[in-house]
């Protein structure tokens, strides 16, 4: 039972445009969220998060935005850079102590 | 600040060995996680530790893999004997003990089990 869902495996965006990349969640118990990029024989990088009080947080070029009700959120690049290359792993957790859980990951090329 | 380490990076074992790897959490932070990632899979929490006591292992696969914090700082995670389905990247990451603190992730040990 996947309960943080990431349906395209892959993504390919020109350098200069837009990435948006999206993430669904089936725990209506899941209250905080967050991104994570991971780069080849590397750990996963935190990027940004949003907690479910909010409906969006901006960091730079990364701004994440939530919708509760459709139990989605996304991930906005903009503008997208060759750099952003890489897996990006939406996660969720919900209460005290409770576990992060992953999605499986989608991987975004941006094209020079 | 220095970051999680991991080691070893790679690690070549035949099944039913046995193998261990070592983690040292970022300075200060009392919470640690071990997760395992299996290729095209998001990494799935094997166990968390809060200081030196286990707060979650219950995906834990306890007939072979245990793990331990004994002072509260570095961790050790250990298959014996291993699987095939034990190749995977074993992560390790460490955060505050505050609601919501950002986990940060160790570069990963590969493990593949021939």
């Known amino acids: 039972d996947q309960q943080v869902k990431q349906n395209s495996p892959s993504l390919s965006v020109q350098e200069g445009r837009i990435s948006i990349l999206n993430c669904d969640y089936t725990?209506?118990?899941?209250?905080?969220f967050l991104w994570y990029k991971k780069y080849p024989a590397e750990g996963p990088t935190f990027l940004i998060s949003?907690?479910?009080?909010?409906d969006k947080n901006e960091d730079g070029r990364f701004t994440v935005f939530l919708n509760k009700s459709a139990k989605h959120l996304s991930l906005h690049i903009v503008p997208s850079q060759p750099g952003d290359s890489a897996v990006y792993f939406c996660a969720a957790e919900g209460g005290a102590n409770s576990k992060l859980t992953f999605g499986k990951g989608i991987t975004l090329s941006v094209r020079p | 600040e220095a970051g999680v380490a991991q080691s070893p990076r790679y690690k070549i074992i035949e099944k039913r060995q046995s193998v261990a790897f070592w983690c040292n959490p970022i300075s200060g932070h009392a919470t640690l996680y071990w997760y395992q990632q299996i290729l095209g899979q998001g990494p799935k929490l094997l166990i968390q530790?809060?200081?030196?006591?286990?707060?979650?292992d219950s995906q834990l696969p306890k007939d072979r893999f245990s793990a331990e914090r004994l002072k509260g700082v570095d961790s050790t995670l250990k298959i014996q004997p291993a699987k095939l389905e034990d190749s995977a990247v074993y992560l390790c990451?460490?955060?505050?003990?505050?609601?919501?603190?950002?986990?940060?992730f160790g570069p990963g040990t590969r493990l593949l089990v021939l």
């Open positions: 949003i907690s479910s009080i909010k």
């Open positions: 530790f809060q200081n030196n006591g286990v707060v979650d």
């Open positions: 990451a460490s955060s505050g003990r505050r609601y919501q603190e950002t986990q940060y």
């Open positions: 725990n209506s118990m899941f209250d905080y």
